[in-house]
């Protein structure tokens, strides 16, 4: 350990400038220098509470020229605050980087908590909270975003995203198609005067979304799987009662497949066997 210098991680507001906690006030207000992801950003926190201390500018685009300066700073016992967009550092942003150098070089680090839109998009959502798995932004590429949900499919977690107003529509979309029957819960602007929620199944969120593209940043939270039959047997019997009843009902079968997928949670490929069978039945 060093003496006298130290990494302090501070978690700032999401939205609202009231929700910065009074110690992440201390450490900025006492810092050498704050490392800010965008400086424009947090000078609007730092006016608000008329804290001066030097800012810098710590992103995705200079972390690694600036890292080595930063932990030689501290090695030499700078006081350093670093602070993010929004939240807490080190969560889809860079600050990860500077808290494993800082920890590789011996140093000290200290992490004050805070604010975090995971957990408040994860318990205002109203879906299950026994356990969750946060997966950041989802790959931009449709094969890589495919895949990467079809590995998170089988968790009994409730999922928490984030994702730009631009991409939301297609996120859904995905989401429907590789998690279909699945409850989800959509925020924008979390804390913030224009906070909007959207909750209802992956299938309603494609259509509303899909009429009124979303501002601002977007969280987005998808339920787990709801249980079902523990013997594989009751579920097709299941299935199988549901698609007679469709296709009785005058469902051809490629739309019957498509309701028996959603509705229970299944394969596309699993209900499209089913409807098959049951139609020749």
């Keep these: ?99 494993d150098a800082c920890l590789e070089a011996g ?24 356990a969750f798995y946060f997966g950041g932004f989802l790959p931009r590429k449709a094969g890589e975003r495919s895949r990467a949900l079809e590995s998170l499919g089988a968790l009994d977690a409730t999922l928490v995203f984030y994702e730009s107003p631009g991409r ?16 989800a819960a959509v925020a924008r602007e979390l804390t913030k005067l224009h906070e909007e929620w959207f909750r209802g199944t992956l299938a309603v969120a494609v259509a509303h979304f899909g009429e009124r593209p979303p501002r601002g940043e977007v969280s987005v939270v998808v339920g787990p799987a709801e249980e079902r039959a523990p013997d594989a047997a009751g579920l097709e019997s299941e299935a199988r009662a549901l698609a007679r009843a469709l296709l009785d009902g005058g469902s051809q079968p490629s739309a019957a497949a498509r309701e028996v997928a959603s509705r229970l949670a299944l394969p596309r490929n699993t209900a499209y066997r089913i409807v098959q069978e049951t139609a020749r039945d």
Excluded at 116 to 121: F, G, K, R
């Design 1 to 99: 350990m060093h003496d006298g210098g130290i990494l302090v991680v501070c978690a700032t507001p999401i939205g609202n400038l009231g929700d910065v906690t009074l110690r992440v006030l201390d450490a900025l207000r006492t810092a050498d220098v704050i490392a800010a992801e965008d400086t424009r950003v947090t000078r609007k926190l730092l006016a608000r509470y008329e804290i001066h201390a030097p800012l810098e500018a710590y992103h995705a685009h200079n972390q690694a020229e600036k890292t080595p300066q930063l932990v030689k700073r501290i090695e030499h016992g700078a006081r350093i605050a670093l602070v993010s967009d929004a939240g807490t550092p080190g969560i889809s942003d860079p600050g990860a980087a500077l808290v």
């Design 107 to 130: 140093l000290r680090v200290e992490v004050l908590p805070g604010a975090s839109a995971i957990l408040t998009a994860l318990v205002a959502s109203g879906l299950p909270t026994h």
């Design 168 to 183: 939301t529509a297609a996120t859904l979309a995905a989401l429907a198609e590789a998690l279909p029957g699945r409850q």
